[in-house]
């Protein structure tokens, strides 16, 4: 555990009044060495990185089941496929995409970022943020084995009832589905609080929240809003699990249980949802935008309006999702109107992006190259979104080829092309390399040619009456060539995958050096080396202006005297980020891990019994005074390392 | 083996007041988005490419000018959404009225993966049963009354009306008019499990004439077969498995599983619009439907051949 | 590369906090707030499905008794009174006391928990005999499960208290132990009402 030479040379690591800081720092901070070490890290870094991996490989999952789809789809009557293959697979696709990568990724970039855009030296409650990633890869993890098992969901990533209740879906497919959702909502619950804590409370002095980062306050926003929706769909699923394991009648409507019960709660988590994945993803564009654009973004506070306004208002939405069930005449206005005028926060957003392109000397680097993408694809899914608010046009494109268009316009638009601009981004800040500029623009256009042509067409598809879902289709409908139009976009896109799966290999083994700050950007992430040590500063830098770094001239201001021989980090006040108190870490530890396990056994078993709940809630008792019981020998050390500090001793 | 019928099926072919008003609406979209997304793509290369000193810099006037293009855009976004609005609240207003002069009330009711339909009549004689299939005269307004027996299905004929669902529990209705004669196709829209794909329908719209001589034909008990065959066909049907699940009324067999079979020969499709009703068809369906639609609930039937082809005869007889 | 200038010195801050300026204490509100959401939607469910039907509890269903809900509601705001001692005892760093208040208050905790097993039996309906029965019990069992988190962290804190010598961030744990058992009284106060009283009322 003790360092006398630093991994890394000290010119490379950030800043420190005391240079000799990192190497108490760094011996405070590192983790546990070899497999132990592994599965006991609670450095938000470590943990982002693990979270962004694994989402990654279910999205390659999740397009390996699109490939085979648009396979089947390429040919009417095609028999490569039969039907219950073909329903679990765009089950698990949906469910793929959505719980186990855009949602995920979109937070655990903020697991990643956020403590380093605040300037804290971790995220707030690092052993929980352990916890959620183990559920996370937990869950993730059954979903498949049972996929391979010939269990995977079969339903729709929406499992309507009754079809995946107890009477029209036997075995244990929809079991896994709704478990599945448990294991996501938690880890997901987790990543809000986190963030919430860590933006509210661990900022760097001086950033006031009027001085927070956009992509910061998107991820708080998002925070709030998993907060609210997730308990929808987990109460949901939980009933649903309920009706197919102890015969419960929440959704049946022979005993008094209404199948549109299951609609309201699935889509008042569903459509927020949406935004969630979104509002990230906004984040992201802004701070590529004002990086590359090399000036402050234009209307600053009302970025921040939009973002919070489009917080509240994809609350009033899900019912759109439900137009065809027959809604009330008042109802269905109000919801028309609110799926409407969400489309005037993301408008103006749009505008400040392009004024401050305008204002600005942009370079076209590759993340500035994914903002342009996104804004020519999510343009087209908006539109096509204010097309499906209105109740009369709903009826027509609902369920249909024309929804899956507009939602992978959205989806792929609003979420992926900006994702794909922070890779690049951040990228050089995770590793200490630049990713390649050649192939990421191959990456680049690659991708914005493949979803072009395999969802344009989808459009005319749905209107000319493909419904979803369908495994197979006549030749008499007269859809066959859109369809394999649409499949030839779908092999362009993975071809782009190729592309940056090659970057992602190459450019983190060998790719340019990166040093603390490549793109000359504002923000605090920055500041540190390229990757941060496991502690990311060693005074706290103070904030003296929206514009971050770019405030400052050749000397950065920073606040001194936290301990340095135990984790300890700075707490200020929520809304002027004043100095209050410090607050210690826990060091690396095993409990989370074991926690989860036992959560998970306790899930994956309850999908066969009911017991399993009251047995696991009472064995959770191990893991809980594991974690909480105050470890004897911590206080030990400290106190040897007092002494020894106080001696002078370490060289 | 495959179903040719030529049926209109989109929403951008519309033949009713429902289907054409909701293609108006799609056409001023349509335009409306691709100014807008022109506008957008125009802008962000004006404002990436438009002619830059290399010492400008920036002044407060230049940084207002932006203020005010962008408060001026967000005026013209809401106004756009606004007219939008009114449009699509007026016309979904006027959609969802039923009409007060609908003549004609028919019960669909959705199963896996098939509809059944039933005419409604006030004397229950007159009460017409029939399946994947529905009669409508033309210019005639007409209630759709929308149930079913197991899971969510969603009742959709692009080029009538728009969809509406059939949820277990719940009584949905759907109006509409068709004004032009033809044969239209109906698409299950909601996912209901293994056979989605091949749940659909057709709606046959006539002139008033042809579809009371349509409905007065159906309200017959299905025709006493003349040939030996057919006779004995009609033994196989009631002895063998088929009349469990199946209804030919005039007969023993009153099975509610599936379609009512009382006049299937007069029909345009099998397995719910997925075959042509040929000889050849309905035999390859009797025998192996599980190869047609896999998953669905009919069996396989290995019946003689000299017993499948006095059924065949017997069905076909069936008009 | 920059310079580092020294804007000040934290090293005289405190390093514990009660209420808001703690990291933790937004955990906890956090935890409550989903947590409360989650029982606001299980009620919107019960009053949606409350609409399916005529009468409430639907026919041949009998009303809920109120005997043992109401000793245990009685339980459950006497409980607040040894959180309230627990909670100012923290403030004061009375060890003492703090062991007496956590143990009284596990106590009661452990009782109310055995009492929601009888007032489960008290719904005088079973989970699967309709959606009513469906609806009351998933009431009663979510509370349970957010009550059950709670008595468990009062135990593990009293056996700390009792056993080893506390830390300055027990305190801490101490206050914010009481207030989520506020939280969980103050919320069984409103479910009370809905599962029990509420269908004497709609009858």
């Known amino acids: 555990m003790s360092v006398t030479v630093l991994p890394v040379p000290e010119q490379d690591l950030p800043p420190a009044v005391d240079p000799e800081d990192h190497r108490r720092l760094w011996r405070t901070w590192e983790p546990y060495k070899g497999f132990y070490g592994w599965i006991t890290s609670v450095n938000h870094k470590t943990v982002g990185k693990r979270y962004i991996a694994t989402c990654l490989v279910w999205f390659l999952f999740g397009g390996l089941e699109a490939g085979v789809m648009r396979a089947q789809l390429a040919r009417p009557e095609s028999h490569l496929v039969g039907p219950d293959k073909y329903n679990q697979l765009f089950s698990m696709h949906g469910s793929t995409m959505m719980f186990l990568f855009a949602v995920p990724i979109m937070i655990a970039m903020g697991l990643y970022l956020v403590p380093l855009m605040v300037g804290a030296r971790n995220i707030a409650y690092p052993r929980l943020n352990a916890l959620g990633y183990w559920i996370f890869l937990f869950g993730g993890s059954m979903f498949y084995i049972a996929f391979l098992m010939n269990t995977g969901a079969d339903a729709g990533w929406f499992a309507y009832v009754p079809l995946s209740g107890p009477e029209y879906s036997a075995g244990k497919r929809v079991d896994f589905w709704a478990q599945l959702i448990t294991f996501t909502e938690i880890a997901a619950l987790i990543a809000a609080v986190e963030i919430i804590g860590t933006v509210l409370k661990t900022r760097a002095p001086g950033m006031s929240l009027n001085r927070l980062p956009l992509f910061v306050w998107a991820q708080l926003v998002t925070a709030f809003m998993v907060i609210f929706a997730m308990p929808s769909v987990a109460t949901g699923s939980l009933f649903l699990a309920m009706d197919r394991l102890v015969a419960t009648h929440f959704y049946n409507p022979s005993n008094g249980g209404d199948a549109l019960l299951w609609q309201h709660l699935f889509w008042f988590f569903g459509h927020p949802e949406v935004y969630i994945i979104f509002i990230p993803a906004l984040g992201f564009v802004s701070q590529i935008v004002t990086t590359f654009s090399r000036r402050p973004i234009v209307g600053y506070p009302v970025m921040v309006l939009a973002l919070i306004t489009t917080g509240f208002i994809g609350f009033g939405l899900w019912v759109h999702h439900m137009f065809a069930t027959t809604v009330p005449q008042m109802g269905a206005g109000f919801f028309t109107a609110a799926s409407t005028f969400i489309a005037v926060p993301t408008g103006v957003q749009i505008f400040c992006w392009i004024a401050t392109i305008w204002l600005g000397r942009p370079v076209w680097r590759t993340p500035l190259l994914f903002v342009g993408g996104f804004l020519a694809v999510f343009v087209i899914g908006g539109v096509t979104g204010v097309m499906l608010a209105s109740v009369p046009f709903d009826l027509q494109a609902h369920d249909t080829y024309f929804v899956v268009a507009h939602l992978h316009y959205v989806l792929l638009g609003g979420g992926l092309f900006p994702l794909f601009g922070a890779f690049y981004y951040w990228f050089p800040k995770f590793s200490g390399r630049l990713m390649s500029e050649r192939l990421g623009k191959w990456n680049f256009w690659l991708l914005f040619i493949g979803v072009n042509v395999t969802f344009f067409p989808m459009h005319q598809l749905g209107l000319d009456g493909m419904t979803r879902r369908v495994y197979t289709y006549l030749e008499s409908s007269g859809w066959g060539a859109l369809n394999l139009t649409a499949s030839i976009g779908a092999l362009i896109i993975v071809i782009s995958m190729a592309v940056f799966v090659v970057n992602l290999w190459i450019s983190w083994r060998h790719g340019p050096l990166a040093g603390a700050n490549p793109w000359n950007a504002d923000t605090l992430e920055w500041l540190t080396s390229s990757p941060p040590p496991p502690y990311n500063f060693a005074d706290t830098p103070v904030v003296i202006s929206r514009s971050g770094l770019w405030a400052y001239g050749d000397e950065v201001p920073v606040v001194t005297g936290l301990p340095t021989h135990i984790p300890f980090e700075l707490v200020t006040t929520v809304m002027d980020a004043e100095p209050v108190l410090q607050h210690e870490h826990p060091g690396p530890t095993i409990a989370p891990f074991v926690m989860a396990v036992e959560v998970s056994l306790m899930l994956v078993a309850g999908v066969f019994t009911p017991w399993a709940y009251p047995i696991g809630f009472a064995l959770l008792a191990i893991p809980w005074f594991m974690w909480a019981w105050p470890r004897s020998g911590t206080k030990e050390h400290a106190e040897n390392v007092d002494a020894e500090y106080s001696l002078g001793a370490p060289a | ?319 | 590369m920059r310079r580092v200038r020294s804007a000040g010195d934290v090293a005289s801050l405190p390093k514990h906090a009660f209420g808001a300026a703690a990291v933790t204490w937004w955990a906890m509100w956090g935890l409550m707030l989903i947590e409360g959401i989650t029982m606001v939607l299980v009620s919107a469910s019960y009053i949606y499905i409350r609409q399916n039907f005529h009468e409430w509890p639907p026919a041949h269903t009998p009303l809920p008794s109120l005997g043992w809900p109401i000793v245990n509601l009685a339980n459950m705001w006497l409980s607040v009174v040894p959180a309230v001692w627990a909670f100012r005892a923290a403030r004061r760093h009375d060890t003492a006391a703090i062991r007496t208040a956590l143990w009284i208050q596990s106590a009661m905790g452990v009782l109310a928990m055995v009492l929601r097993y009888v007032e489960l039996q008290s719904l005088n309906v079973r989970w699967d005999t309709n959606a009513y029965g469906s609806v009351a019990w998933a009431v009663l069992v979510t509370h349970g499960v957010v009550m059950v988190t709670d008595v468990m962290d009062s135990i593990g804190l009293a056996l700390l208290f009792t056993i080893e010598e506390p830390e300055e961030k027990h305190f801490v744990d101490t206050c914010e132990n009481s207030q989520f058992w506020y939280f969980i009284v103050a919320s069984w106060t409103l479910l009370f009402v809905l599962a029990y009283l509420y269908p004497r009322w709609t009858s």
């Open chain 2, 1 to 319: 083996m495959i179903l040719q019928e030529a049926a209109t099926h989109s929403a951008l072919n519309p033949i009713g007041p429902n289907a054409e008003r909701v293609y108006r609406l799609y056409q001023f979209f349509l335009v409306t988005s691709i100014i807008v997304w022109i506008a957008v793509i125009v802008g962000l290369f004006w404002a990436a490419k438009r002619h830059r000193d290399p010492v400008e810099a920036d002044t407060p006037d230049r940084e207002s000018r932006a203020h005010r293009w962008i408060f001026g855009l967000t005026a013209v976004t809401v106004a756009v959404l606004a007219v939008s609005l009114v449009y699509d609240l007026a016309l979904g207003h006027s959609l969802t009225r039923r009409d007060s002069n609908v003549m004609l009330s028919v019960r669909v009711i959705g199963h896996q993966w098939w509809w059944e339909v039933e005419y409604e009549d006030p004397i229950p004689q007159n009460r017409v049963h029939t399946a994947n299939e529905l009669h409508v005269p033309v210019g005639i307004p007409v209630a759709l009354k929308l149930e079913s027996q197991d899971v969510i299905h969603s009742f959709w004929a692009p080029s009538i009306s728009g969809k509406k669902d059939l949820i277990p529990g719940h009584h949905n209705e759907l109006y509409f008019r068709a004004d032009t004669a033809g044969l239209y196709r109906v698409q299950c829209a909601e996912f209901c499990g293994l056979q989605h794909a091949k749940m659909a329908m057709y709606v046959t719209a006539e002139p008033k004439d042809k579809f009371a001589a349509w409905l007065a034909a159906q309200r017959q008990p299905a025709p006493v077969p003349v040939d030996t065959l057919a006779n004995r066909g009609r033994l196989v049907f009631e002895t063998a498995n088929c009349s469990t699940c199946h209804t030919i009324t005039g007969t023993t067999a009153r099975g509610t599983v599936g379609p009512d079979l009382t006049h299937i020969a007069t029909r345009t499709s099998l397995a719910a619009g997925t075959l042509s009703n040929t000889r050849g068809n309905l035999a390859g369906w009797i025998v192996d439907p599980q190869r047609i639609k896999p998953g669905v609930i009919m069996p396989s039937n290995g019946l003689e051949p000299a017993d499948l082809q006095a059924l065949l005869a017997y069905l076909g007889s069936l008009k």
